[in-house]
């Protein structure tokens, strides 16, 4: 069961990225309106890097493709566009029972990016942050306004 | 709360900013949980129903429901038996603040209150407002950098001493998570949906990612950030 899963998760990411690439190419293909379309692309390989630029100039909608994935046959796949950006992706018809591409629909959003976090020596105006809770209002309402004052 | 005003503009005087800074008691006096004599007291004490409160009160519990609604449950100012919504009460007073400057003409200021601000404009060089975020193990630190002119910044966090935010569904404290920072449309939009997704742990960034014109830095327990896809187009 974890072995399809974690298979099925790669997929969606990989199925992902290939929408992310292919919505570049939409220039070409034939768009139907947003919520019956179905993204014919004939143009297959070419799969040119596609910037964040491009998704920014699509219109919001849900857009239907289908993906031919080696190991499980064909895949039909929904791409939720918001904001110029993919927010769901969807399986539609998958060769596998249906309550499992529930769950992998529910992992993996590959567009987060991780890093550690690193002290900045950069000059700022503002600080935000989590700040004590404090039951003092009326003292830091006084040096408030003296600063304002100042 | 500490609260902090700069204004850039010609024409500021103190009485202005006095004006700003008695709305600011004003709220306090109606919303903090802290006072008896607070009218939020009042309700959690019963000695007041919500349908005879003020104004601005059935406004707060307006607003709540609403995030609520929005939030699938993950916003929820009903804790142990009382009402409690600061985590939307914030962001919407600094708003209201801002609101008061941007009618006397200032366009170009920010207004800040427990670690949340709301900016306008340029800053006395001339760019864009600077905003830290705090190093959440080290309060004297900042480790990320953004900029803004017309967004609200909105930092959730528990890495202060006494503070807890919980899951409203599961009971549970947040503690795989320690600071998430919400940068939004306005300051109210920011503070709760910081405060919504800050309660759902780790999945608070997909939640934020999810959000159309919102972007997010979250910071987990071990110094491993995780940001939204377009986050870096506020970062200098």
């Not at chain 1, 143009?43 to 909608?61: L, P």
């Not at chain 2, 804790?79 to 400057?101: C, M, Q, R």
Request: a neutral charge.
């Amino acid at each position: 069961m974890k072995k399809i899963l974690l298979s099925l998760s790669l997929i969606i990411m990989f199925v992902a990225y290939i929408l992310y690439q292919r919505l570049g190419e939409l220039d070409n293909a034939r768009m139907v309106a947003p919520g019956s379309g179905i993204m014919s692309n004939q143009n297959g390989n070419g799969m040119g890097g596609v910037g964040k630029q491009m998704m920014g100039s699509y219109k919001d909608g849900t857009y239907t493709g289908s993906i031919a994935d080696a190991y499980y046959g064909n895949v039909q796949v929904q791409a939720t566009i918001q904001g110029g950006k993919i927010t769901d992706v969807q399986f539609l018809d998958y060769p596998q029972d249906r309550q499992t591409s529930q769950e992998i629909n529910a992992q993996a959003m590959p567009y987060l990016k991780t890093e550690a976090i690193q002290v900045q020596s950069a000059n700022v105006d503002i600080i935000s942050g989590a700040t004590q809770t404090s039951r003092a209002f009326k003292e830091s309402l006084l040096s408030a306004l003296n600063q304002a004052q100042g | 709360m500490p609260i902090t005003i700069e204004v850039v503009d010609q024409g500021i005087v103190g009485e202005m900013l006095d004006e700003v800074f008695k709305y600011f008691t004003y709220v306090d006096r109606k919303f903090s949980t802290y006072k008896k004599s607070s009218e939020i007291s009042q309700i959690n004490d019963s000695r007041l129903k919500i349908s005879d409160s003020s104004q601005d009160m059935q406004l707060i519990f307006k607003l709540a429901q609403q995030t609520k609604e929005e939030t699938r449950g993950f916003f929820d100012i009903y804790h142990n038996g009382k009402y409690d919504p600061s985590g939307i009460v914030k962001g919407w007073a600094i708003l209201e603040a801002a609101v008061i400057l941007h009618r006397k003409g200032f366009k170009n200021f920010y207004v800040e209150a427990g670690g949340d601000v709301q900016v306008s404009g340029l800053n006395s060089q001339g760019k864009k407002w600077r905003i830290g975020i705090k190093n959440p193990f080290n309060s004297s630190e900042i480790v990320k950098v953004v900029e803004a002119d017309s967004q609200g910044v909105a930092t959730s966090g528990t890495y202060l001493r006494g503070q807890h935010i919980y899951n409203p569904k599961t009971g549970q404290e947040i503690t795989d998570i320690v600071s998430l920072t919400v940068i939004g449309p306005n300051i109210y939009e920011a503070d709760r949906f910081a405060t919504a997704a800050f309660a759902m742990g780790k999945n608070g960034i997909e939640f934020i990612e999810k959000l159309p014109g919102f972007e997010g830095y979250m910071i987990d327990c071990k110094g491993t950030a995780t940001m939204t896809s377009e986050f870096e187009k506020y970062v200098i």
